[in-house]
Structure formats: structure tokens, C-alpha cells
């Protein structure tokens, strides 16, 4: 009876297990069969915060990357160079600055040329004309060393030189020339000026009285010169490719500027327009009955034009 009792023991034990291992087979049937797994919660982070790990993780990726050097040209062009600014300094120097100043120098000594010219020219002058009237004086008048003056009767001849140079657009006809074309340094001048006052308005220091521009001299590199000036000048053609800067070129050049001013005869003015005077123009000197220059009739012989100066 033990034993039977014993084999019902076990065989009622066996019918309880089976119905767990089939449950465990078919869940994992149903797994495998395409049932998901749930994932994990997970918690979102604000786009501010993943915006600052994505720009944290760029600067990373960027600072661990290693520097790439630029490849070299191996196409064999020759890569140009830049240029260096104290060549294009060193360059300028050399050609305009050094032009300009023995330009300059080329003027300063034509300026003491007309200088000696006029005082040779006064003393002659002076002892020609004494005999006859000894009331008419012809004076030089030394100013400083850029201008100096001739007073000859009512009349004052005023030179004066700039210290600068000067060059004109590039329209100026005279640089159409092949004398100037072959040398750019050609193109830059130093001046000249002379200019016709009436003493008295410098004796009485009349402000509002007009000077008129008689002549410009034009001096380049190569000492040659140039003249600009009026028609009653009366300067014979020239070309500045042959006319070097001498002292009986100079001579000329004085000697018909005083010809100019002497035969720039004083006008009247309109009476109507000397029937009032204020009391600046009295107490500045400035006489009622005073007249003014006819003015000169301009020649620019580069232009081939004529240019009216007026009073």
C-alpha cells in the first residue's frame, strides 16, 4: 500500500508542472512572435539645454580635430607676391619727390636770374632818363626771397615764385608734345608770377585795388621754360624743347612786362559810380575819383584761345 500511494503521489505532482512550463513556452511564443518590449522612460530636456550640448559638442569636435596646414601649390604656378609698401614708398621718393626738388632748385636760380636782370635793367634805365627828368624814379624793390618788385613811374611789376609745383590735367596740350612725353618728369613745373598793381595802391595800401596778371613763367627739370602770358607781351613763338632758361631769355621776359604795364593806361571810372562813399572807404583810403586798369587781354598759346582779364 506504501508503494501505491507513493506512485499517485508523483503522478498527480506531474500534471501541475506541465501547465507552467507551457505557459513559459507560450510566452515566449508571443515575444517572439512580434510582441515590443516596453522601452524605458525616458525624460526630455529643455532646447535651450540641448542646444548648449550641441554647441558645447561642435566646440569639442573642433578643438580635437588636429590643424591642417595649407597644401602646397603643386600645379607648379608661381603664386604672386604681395607688394611691399616701402618699395611703392622708396619708388616715389626716388621719382617724383627727387624731381620735384631739382625742379625747384631749377626755379629758385631762374627767380635770382630775372632778379639781376632787373636791377641791370633799372640801372640802365635810371641813367638814361635821369638827364631828361630826374622825377621819374625806376626803383627794385627787394620783398623776401620768394618776391621782389619794379617800380617804373605810376606802375608796379610784382614777381613772386611758389614754393610748390605744380603739374595740369592731363588735357594740358602742352603735355600732347613728344618733348614731354619722353620724360614723365616733364610734366611738373615751378612758377612764376608777374603782376601788374598801381604803386599808389600799395603806397596807400588801397585793398580793394585789382593787380593783373602780366606773364607766368613755367621752369621743368630740364631748366628749359615756358611762358603764359598776355598779348602785350608781344614774346616771340617758342617751344619749351628748345629753350633753355638763359639770362637774355630773361631779359626779354622783363623787359616786355614792363612794356605791358606801361601801355595799361589808367580808365576813369563811370561817374555814376562814384556819387556815394562810405566812411570805410574814406577812412580806408579808398579816393572816390580813383580809377583801375584797362586789363589785359590773356594769350594762353597752349590753348590757342584768348582769355579777357577784367577789372
Same mark, same amino acid.
Given at each position: ?14 500534471p501541475?508542472?506541465q ?12 515575444? @517572439? ?15 535651450a539645454?540641448?542646444?548648449?550640448e550641441?554647441s ?35 619708388e616715389?621718393?626716388?621719382q617724383?619727390?627727387?624731381?620735384k ?11 635770382d636770374?630775372l ?28 620783398i ?14 610784382v ?25 614723365f618728369?616733364?610734366r ?13 595802391s ?8 585789382p ?22 607781351? @608781344? ?12 639770362? @637774355? ?33 574814406k ?16 594769350r594762353? @598759346? ?10
Open positions: 500500500m506504501a508503494d501505491d500511494s507513493t506512485s499517485w503521489t508523483i503522478a498527480a505532482s506531474q501541475s508542472e501547465p507552467t512550463a507551457a505557459a513559459n513556452t507560450g510566452a515566449a511564443e508571443q515575444t @517572439e512572435a512580434g510582441a515590443k518590449p516596453a522601452k524605458p522612460k525616458t525624460t526630455r530636456k529643455p532646447k539645454a540641448k542646444q548648449a550641441g558645447q559638442g561642435s566646440v569639442n569636435n573642433k578643438a580635437s580635430e588636429p590643424y591642417n596646414s595649407p597644401e602646397p601649390n603643386t600645379d607648379g604656378a608661381h603664386m604672386p607676391e604681395p607688394e611691399d609698401k616701402l618699395d611703392i614708398i622708396f616715389g621718393l626716388k617724383k619727390s627727387s624731381a626738388q631739382a625742379i625747384f632748385r631749377n626755379t629758385e636760380a631762374t627767380f636770374c632778379r639781376k636782370v632787373s636791377q641791370e635793367l633799372v640801372v640802365e634805365l635810371t641813367r638814361r632818363l635821369s638827364p631828361l627828368d630826374s622825377s621819374v624814379l625806376i626803383e627794385y624793390r627787394p623776401n626771397e620768394l618776391e621782389f618788385h619794379i617800380k617804373f613811374s605810376g606802375d608796379l611789376l614777381f613772386v615764385m611758389h614754393s610748390n609745383i605744380i603739374t595740369f590735367p592731363d588735357d594740358f596740350p602742352l603735355f600732347n608734345t613728344k618733348f614731354v612725353q619722353d620724360d618728369r616733364r611738373f613745373f615751378g612758377h612764376i608770377m608777374a603782376y601788374n598793381f598801381m604803386a599808389d600799395i603806397k596807400y595800401q588801397r585793398m580793394n585795388d593787380g593783373y596778371l602780366v606773364g607766368r613763367l613755367l621752369i621743368n627739370i630740364d631748366n628749359h621754360y615756358f611762358i603764359e602770358g598776355v598779348k602785350q607781351l @608781344e614774346m616771340p613763338n617758342h617751344d619749351m624743347a628748345n629753350d633753355p632758361v638763359t639770362h @637774355e631769355a630773361m631779359r626779354i621776359f622783363v623787359e616786355s612786362a614792363m612794356i605791358a604795364a606801361v601801355n595799361n593806361d589808367l580808365i576813369a571810372p563811370p561817374i555814376q559810380d562814384i556819387q556815394k562813399i562810405s566812411v570805410k572807404q577812412v580806408e583810403n579808398q579816393q572816390v575819383s580813383r580809377g583801375s586798369k584797362v586789363g589785359f587781354s590773356f594762353n @598759346e597752349q590753348r590757342g584761345g584768348f582769355e579777357s582779364i577784367s577789372s
